[in-house]
């Protein structure tokens, strides 16, 4: 299993990014996808999720009406639209997957929202 986020950067106050993971190593279509973020000196949080077909989303509080996750499952990719961002929002983004009985993660994005 190979997750690889990309799309990572630094932003205004305000502004847009969109991040994406590339999976690999296993059936994606079938497996539920998570967005997870974390901030210096802070607990690693869950962002977003989605489910295997992508019906189903759920996002954080803190980013309700902000962020969007959709997945595209000819491409193996989960994306995570990220609008109005807050300087609060920075952190290291990861991609995250429980395929069989492990937990796999990404090696992280950094987003860096600042004027």
Request: charged fraction near 15%.
């Amino acid at each position: 299993v190979q997750l690889v986020e990309s799309g990572g950067g630094l932003v205004q106050p305000g502004g847009s990014l969109r991040l994406s993971c590339a999976a690999s190593g296993f059936t994606f279509s079938t497996y539920g996808m998570n967005w997870y973020r974390q901030a210096p000196g802070k607990e690693r949080e869950l962002v977003a999720s989605i489910s295997a077909a992508g019906g189903s989303t759920g996002i954080a509080d803190s980013a309700k009406g902000r962020f969007t996750i959709s997945r595209d499952n000819a491409k193996n990719t989960v994306y995570l639209q990220m609008n109005s961002l807050k300087p609060e929002d920075t952190a290291v983004y990861y991609c995250n997957a429980w395929v069989g009985t492990r937990d796999y993660w990404g090696q992280g994005t950094q987003v860096t929202v600042s004027s």
